[in-house]
């Protein structure tokens, strides 16, 4: 995901909070998403921001946009063992195409 | 609720041969994506449909070519398998009339090329 680039490594204490943060390239992208992907299985669409809006928040998920800086961040609350997995962000193009940041890692120790 | 459904879950070949991998939207979902996984990459999109027509084409080989449905499933055809195509293969499904602002994803298909 040469366009959208995120750190790849984040490890994080169970009840802590978790901040994932990524960087797009293209202004004209009108959603931004983040997705969890567990080892060996498919993506899950975790929650996703219209580019107008500046925050989204849905249970322990908050989402934060700077659309001037084209900075996209991820923050889960009272991360759990479960909440380790790689998250990826991604932007949307006009035709729905989705591009791929390569992923952080996330990994919840007790 | 209904997710999006991939057959095979796990298909192997050997170099040069043929493989066909179906998706089946969600119902109610009219477009379909295809995205390639390879090993500890992230997907990288392949090509997508929208009410039975191409929507939008991105890095997907010559070898490789899909089509949906009028049910709007979707099939990706593959031939002359080579090792590099080994990866997951996911396909992605959006509600109508939302023009892909959602995107549900399925478990995807492994591929291995040996």
């Known amino acids: 995901g040469e366009d959208v680039e995120q750190s790849l490594f984040l490890s994080v204490r169970e009840g802590d909070s978790s901040v994932i943060n990524c960087t797009y390239t293209?202004?004209?992208?009108?959603?931004l998403y983040w997705y969890k992907q567990e080892p060996g299985a498919g993506l899950q669409l975790l929650t996703y921001?219209?580019?107008?809006?500046d925050m989204k928040q849905d249970q322990r998920l908050t989402v934060l946009l700077n659309k001037k800086d084209k900075h996209l961040s991820l923050r889960i609350a009272d991360t759990q063992t479960g909440d380790s997995a790689i998250y990826f962000c991604?932007?949307?193009?006009?035709?729905?195409?989705?591009?791929f940041g390569a992923g952080t890692q996330v990994v919840v120790t007790p | 609720a209904a997710g999006v459904i991939q057959s095979p879950r796990h298909l192997i070949k050997e170099k040069r041969e043929t493989a066909t991998l179906k998706c089946y939207p969600i119902p109610r979902h009219d477009t379909v994506y295809w995205y390639q996984q390879g090993p500890g990459q992230d997907p990288q999109f392949l090509i997508s449909?929208?009410?039975?027509?191409?929507?939008d084409k991105g890095s997907i080989p010559d070898r490789f070519s899909a089509q949906q449905f009028s049910d709007y499933h979707s099939e990706l055809n593959m031939s002359s398998l080579e090792l590099g195509d080994s990866a997951l293969y996911f396909c992605a499904s959006s509600p109508l009339g939302t023009g892909g602002n959602e995107q549900y994803f399925g478990p995807g298909t492994r591929l291995t090329v040996t």
């Open positions: 921001i219209f580019s107008n809006m």
């Open positions: 293209d202004s004209s992208s009108t959603y």
């Open positions: 449909f929208y009410e039975k027509m191409q929507s």
């Open positions: 991604a932007e949307r193009n006009s035709w729905g195409k989705l591009q």
